[in-house]
């Protein structure tokens, strides 16, 4: 009898190993996600023609958007918001950076992103690129985007693009901070770029 409880808790102590080891594990590669950057690696094209990657995320705090040029309504608003937003926090622009990828490089060239972009703001630079990378790049920071054929009988006419309507929020290291939800309050939205900028 003494042998079999010797056994038992010798079981117990071995179990009790185990866990506290598994949790260790398992504590440190949650660690190791949250100091991760966000995303995958992309080579694609700034709006000036010039190359751009990951690496710009990696300079200072970054608002990212994805969206496309013929969109009617989320894109444009967003931008304008997102401009008026920076321009509060950090009106010499030398505290945050603003990208906004396109999800639909068919017809976005960089060229017309960077027309588009800068009718609206001078904070926020514009990515495009061929659509194979595009997708893989946009897929890689689990954004949804969708070609919608604006008329059912015709899937290969005229389109638009569902697509993620949030800002992205990196910090410094390019680590995720949070969004700013389509149609955020303002007040909320600026205080969470305040923050981005403090971390």
């Known amino acids: 009898m003494k042998t079999l409880r010797i056994v038992l808790w010798a079981a117990v102590v071995v179990l ?15 660690e190791q996600i949250a100091e991760a950057p966000f995303g995958v690696p992309f080579e694609l094209v700034a709006q000036n023609g010039e190359p751009i990657t990951e690496q710009a995320f990696r300079q200072k705090p970054t608002a990212l958007f994805f969206g496309f040029t013929h969109c009617p309504e989320v894109c444009p608003t967003t931008l304008f918001e997102l401009n008026g937003w920076m321009h509060q926090v950090d ?19 960089p060229e017309l992103l960077g027309q588009y972009i800068s009718n609206v703001t001078d904070r926020v630079t514009g990515i495009s690129g061929p659509p194979e990378k595009v997708t893989e790049m946009a897929k890689g920071f ?16 005229d389109y638009t693009m569902d697509h993620t309507a949030s800002v992205f929020l990196l910090d410094a290291e390019g680590r995720f ?6 149609g955020e309050n303002p007040d909320t939205a600026v205080k969470k770029l305040q923050n981005l900028i403090k971390s």
Do not use: H
């Open 177 to 182: 901070a949070g969004t700013i939800s389509y």
């Open 16 to 30: 009790g190993g185990v866990l506290a080891w598994l949790t260790f594990q398992v504590t440190r590669t949650q």
């Open 91 to 109: 009106p010499d622009g030398t505290k945050l950076a603003g990208y906004f990828v396109t999800v639909d490089p068919e017809r976005d060239s």
């Open 142 to 157: 689990k954004v949804y985007f969708k070609k919608v054929p604006l008329d059912e009988k015709d899937p290969d006419g």
